[in-house]
């Protein structure tokens, strides 16, 4: 949590009231925009909460421009406030208990892409914030009410004919294979709604294998782990695209598993439809992976103890 102080000796207390305005308005305008708290006398607050700073940096652009501020001051400053933001950080995805902003660049761009394209095709390395971006854009067309439900998969390609010989019922054998999914799901639903929704429905998690011969309506779908979907696959999976739907297409092309070196669903997509209109192309690389910062002094050791016989 930040603590800004700010204080203005150079304010009499005519001044300082027009400042905060009747009633105190600008104070619980800005608290309640920011969730910030204003602590302390008039004129020497401590202000606290996560954006703190950004609050008492409006607060010394009031204080400059002087005189009364009035409601329409205060939104339109807001507002270029925001305008600001979005153009500088990019658009927030507010995916249930989670707002998610793209870190990098590229992992912006990507957004504005899913927001923008019916059909997004995203390709870059794991951690490179593919699945989990089009999740949380995903969660929030549903909370929004632009979709009725949320359509999740991924190819099973590591089950094989061996599917059939795990423990359990069909759910409990692929589980393992979308539970990457889940993940992302629980972090920003939590798991007691997320379950809700899985049981109503509006959220479905299922092996590509189960799109066959549906149109999905009304939906946000997801296919991930595509580069492990043959051609044949990735043409039935895009032309389950209903009305009112939007897709997004995630993988990494140097990471397939199809067995007998058998062409990538995803490789072929993206030369197929490069260009085709309402379809975009995101391609991330190593320099959008976000990872804590001990993960990078850990990766750095290793590679700096490496030795020219480690395979691994």
Known sequence: MQRVELHFPELDTRRLQALCGADNYVLKQLAERFGVRFL????????????AATAADIMRKLAERGGEVSRAALEGMLKDRRLNDAHEHGHVIKAGRRHVRGKTPNQRRYIEMMASHVLTLAVGPAGSGKTYLAVAAAVEAMLNGEVERIVLTRPAVEAGERLGFLPGDMQ??????????????????????????????????APLAYMRGRTLNDAFIILDEAQNTTREQMKMFLTRLGFGARMVVTGDITQIDLPNHRGSGLSHALQVLDGIKDVAICRLSGCDVVRHRLVERIVDAYERHASPTDND
């Open 172 to 205: 409990q054998k692929v589980d393992p294979y979308l539970r990457p999914l889940f993940d992302a799901l629980a972090d920003m639903l939590g798991i007691e709604k997320m379950n809700a929704l899985l049981e109503s429905g509006r959220i479905e998690v």
């Open 40 to 51: 302390g006398a008039p004129g020497r607050w401590t202000i606290e909460g996560e954006q």
